[in-house]
Nanobody, 124 residues
Framework: QVPVVESGGGLVQAGGSLRLSCATS??????IGWFRQAPGQERDFVAA????????YYTDSVKGRFTISRDGARNSMYLQMDSMKPEDTAVYYC???????????????????WGQGTQVTVFS
């Protein structure tokens, strides 16, 4: 089992920013994704990064506000969240996988390993 560890969650006022980090020790993966789950809701896709080509993908509700990036030297990746809204409140999960085809990149079932999640709360 490859440990995936998220950090950086917390409490932020609407309009503010947070940066989440995801570390995977000892391995690199072709695709890294972020998902989030609000209370009583499904775990939904937020963003993903594909190492091959450096392509980034976002769900529509975060485009222009969230930025996914990667630090290859540290096997870490980040989710910079700006202009945050109360509806961004959720537990955020980092997930990684190999051999994820593009059509499945938004599917949580396509990812192999998951972190424990980090709470993000946005208050107005």
């Amino acid at each position: 089992q490859v440990p995936v560890v998220e950090s950086g969650g917390g409490l932020v006022q609407a309009g503010g920013s947070l940066r989440l980090s995801c570390a995977t020790s000892g391995r690199t993966f072709s695709t890294i994704g972020w998902f989030r789950q609000a209370p009583g809701q499904e775990r939904d896709f937020v963003a993903a990064f594909r190492r091959n080509g450096g392509h980034k993908y976002y769900t529509d509700s975060v485009k222009g506000r969230f930025t996914i990036s990667r630090d290859g030297a540290r096997n870490s990746m980040y989710l910079q969240m700006d202009s945050m809204k109360p509806e961004d409140t959720a537990v955020y999960y980092c997930a990684v996988g190999d051999r994820i085809i593009l059509s499945q990149i938004r599917s949580r079932d396509a990812y192999d390993y998951w972190g424990q999640g980090t709470q993000v709360t946005v208050f107005s």
